[in-house]
């Protein structure tokens, strides 16, 4: 599979002083495939994504974008990596000091080259296919609620028709309403695009509708990855535990008596 | 020896940093020599820095022209050169004064909102969110506040030089009783270029400074909003400890011979 993945990660370690947080992990995104990892609180989600953006530089492994290593990649090779690719972060992270169009047109002016005047037709076109109106548009990213917010950035994500996406706990800090039409507008999109995804969830609800694949990250190795459909009937019972939600069973939660 | 071991903890605590801002120092100046270079960013800053700062560089100058003339007027007629005041004001104002205080003002009021601004976006995922959309930070946040502070620290010190010699001669002319023409006189008379010229200089490291410190401690803050206040915190006092020691160091290049 590695030979024809999207991306594929084999064997990253990355950890922070004494504290190892990926242990060996090995995966693997096929083109057009959405994997969603999930997996609790500190147990590397965020910095697997961080690993293969670049955003952190592993310890050791291998991570391959469309079979160009990115472990000490130049930064032309970097460039072009994130050229493809698009991003929704957590909490958005919208720049404050730009208007929402502006937010939205980033990539295409400052990425891209673009004129603004023709950006910000495209911008507002984005913002449409997330369900804004072009009255946001000049709005600062200030006065948006958290949903929409999410919103613009799904649409600054999408705006340079990227083949790779990345979501970030794409539904948390939102009610579930608009966590679920987030999920709607990920899967509208990621499929319209014909887009890669890779999403790290703690919300199975979320992870069962946006992906074809999933991964579980438990102490830095991935222990069971498969298509979304086998999650119920999986046999193990780190899997189950996490999917019930229960206090009771194999994994070691960060938690003193309660 | 217990006592050694914090010590020496400290001190190589302070080596690490003093090692860690010669590198972001290095990686600025090479971003601000190689393409692309954000001008309109440029200017928006300058805005931000120079013309934004101008009100408050105005005010320190003004009343510390004002009071250098007072003091040294009570100073001086203990042996009869009250003449020299306006020369003392002057050459104070352009060498010390003027660019130490402007300096001081700016640290505290673009350092700290530096500081602020960028770690705020640190910690809330922006600047990596501008390494997703093929932006890097560094030419992107660092540099157009470095360059602007480079730029418009001398001018605003220019200015607070003459708003500071005006404060001068306004209680000089006003309140000591010194002709205006003799006063104007004297205080050109015994001003050389290099006075000014020097205040400019310093200005300008000033500038860099000030900005740079501000952009450091906020792009490596961490830890929330406590971390960003922490930021602030130390891009003042940083910037303003290296402004009175580099100040010392650039007067020692200048003036001894």
């Known amino acids: 599979m590695s030979t024809t993945a999207k991306i594929s990660l084999r064997n990253v370690h990355k950890g922070f002083g004494p504290k190892k947080v990926l242990q060996g992990v090995d995966l693997d995104v096929a083109p057009g495939e959405s994997v969603a990892i999930i997996g609790g609180s500190g147990t590397g989600k965020s910095v697997t994504l961080k690993c293969v953006l670049g955003l952190l530089t592993p310890d050791e492994g291998s991570i391959t974008v469309d079979g160009t290593e990115m472990i000490g990649a130049t930064h032309a090779d970097r460039d072009a990596m994130l050229a493809k690719t698009g991003m929704l972060f957590q909490g958005a992270a919208l720049f404050d000091s730009l208007t929402v169009w502006e937010n939205v047109a980033f990539g295409l002016i400052e990425g891209q080259g673009m004129k603004p005047a023709k950006a910000r037709d495209l911008a507002i076109a984005r913002l449409g296919d997330v369900g804004l109106g072009s009255e946001v548009a000049n709005l600062s990213p200030a006065s948006l609620s958290g949903g929409m917010q999410k919103r613009v950035g799904l649409a600054r994500a999408i705006a340079t028709d990227p083949e790779i996406l990345f979501f970030d706990e794409p539904t948390t800090g939102i009610d579930p309403i608009m966590g679920d039409v987030i999920n709607d507008l990920i899967v509208k999109c990621t499929r319209e695009l014909g887009a890669s995804a890779m999403t790290i969830t703690h919300d199975m609800a979320s992870a069962r509708k946006i992906a074809d694949r999933v991964a579980m990250l438990y102490q830095g190795k991935i222990i069971w990855d498969g298509p979304v459909s086998e999650i119920d009937d999986a046999d193990n019972p780190y899997l189950q535990q996490f999917v019930a939600g229960d206090i009771e069973g194999p994994l070691e939660l960060d938690l003193k008596h309660l | ?257």
């Not at chain 2, 003449?83 to 673009?110: C, D, K």
């Open chain 2, 1 to 257: 020896m217990p006592i050694f071991a914090p010590v020496g903890h400290m001190f190589l605590t302070f080596l690490a940093l003093v090692g860690r801002v010669t590198v972001f120092a290095g990686r600025t100046i090479g971003h601000m020599v190689t393409p692309p270079i954000y001008f309109r960013l440029i200017f928006k800053q300058m805005r931000e820095i120079g013309y934004y700062s101008l009100p408050v560089v105005a005010m320190t100058t003004l009343f510390a022209g004002m009071v250098l003339a007072l003091q040294s007027y009570s100073g001086f007629s203990r042996f009869s050169a009250e003449s020299a005041v306006a020369t003392v004001v002057v050459i104070s104002m352009t060498r010390e004064l003027g660019p130490v205080l402007a300096g001081l003002m700016v640290a505290g009021r673009v350092g700290a909102a530096i500081a602020a601004e960028i770690g705020t976006m640190r910690v809330t995922e922006q600047i990596d969110a501008l390494v997703t959309l093929s932006t890097n930070p560094f030419k992107y946040l660092v540099v157009p506040r470095v360059i602007a502070g480079l730029v418009t620290l001398p001018v605003l010190v220019l200015i607070g030089d003459i708003i500071g010699v005006l404060g001068g001669y306004l209680v000089g002319v006003n309140k000591l009783g010194f002709n205006d023409g003799s006063y104007i006189r004297n205080t050109f008379q015994y001003l050389e270029q290099l006075d000014v010229i020097s205040g400019l200089v310093k200005a300008a490291v000033f500038g860099f400074i000030i900005t740079l410190m501000g952009c450091y401690h906020g792009y490596n803050s961490r830890g929330g909003a406590q971390g960003v206040g922490q930021a602030t915190t130390n891009a003042v006092v940083s910037s303003s400890i290296l402004i009175l020691i580099s100040n010392y160091v650039v007067t020692e290049l200048f003036f001894t011979r």
